[in-house]
């Protein structure tokens, strides 16, 4: 698949964030969690736990000058079901690592309103970012990669994973639907990408920040 084709596929690209983290976002960009641990310092057995072990729980994060940043927790993946459909000689810890140096973005609106509603995030407000595609891959395409699954869950039928879940865009079949979108290190430059961004509660969406380029219907 060519670049030109993936934009014209996928359009728009969004981002499930905590509630209150735009201006970090905005400030910092969107960081994988890896890069967040560098910028707020965590190390030893804190940073070790965050990022080799699965997160039952999001996790809450601080460092004097910085606002709190909140980590993701991974409910929806188990090492039981990592196990199962896991390839090659990778372990639970090595996935966790790899998703924890990546950025992610989901290509479908619905898949998006799906995550938001549910139960585990369904009765908390989310901030809601949706970002131009064409954009972000001007600035960084050599760091995208497409996975056709989505590589952060294991519920139900966990689908096979490993090393080659993750291609690059011209790597990536044309005859095959991408899930997400994932940026290595994440995107410091985010700001520059972003159309709008919504906090969403019960079911409503309301508008924090909309970029001049937005299109009306922009938005989770």
């Not at 969004?14 to 209150?20: N, R």
Request: aromatic share 8%; hydrophobic share 40%.
């Amino acid at each position: 698949m060519t670049e030109a084709e993936f934009v014209a596929r996928y359009p728009r690209l969004w981002h499930m964030a905590a509630d209150g983290s735009w201006p970090s976002i905005q400030k910092h960009g969107l960081l994988s969690t890896f890069a967040l641990l560098d910028l707020y310092g965590i190390e030893g057995e804190t940073r070790n736990a965050i990022l080799s072990r699965r997160r039952p729980q999001s996790v809450t994060i601080s460092a004097k000058g910085l606002s709190d940043a909140v980590i993701r927790d991974q409910k929806p993946m188990t090492d039981a079901a990592l196990l199962k459909c896991l390839g090659g000689d990778l372990s639970p810890r090595d996935w966790y690592e790899l998703l924890n140096k990546k950025t992610f973005f989901w290509l479908s609106q619905k898949r998006l309103r799906t995550l938001l509603g549910a139960r585990a995030y369904r009765k908390s407000p989310q901030v809601v970012i949706t970002l131009d595609t064409a954009s972000l891959l001007e600035h960084h395409s050599a760091k995208v990669q497409l996975a056709r699954i989505n590589s952060g869950a294991t519920l139900y039928k966990p689908q096979p994973r490993g090393k080659d879940t993750f291609k690059r865009i011209e790597d990536f079949p044309l005859d095959q639907m991408a899930v997400e979108l994932t940026v290595e290190g994440g995107v410091t430059d985010v700001a520059a990408h972003v159309l709008t961004v919504h906090r969403v509660a019960d079911g409503k969406a309301q508008e924090l920040w909309r970029s001049a380029r937005a299109k009306p219907d922009d938005g989770p």
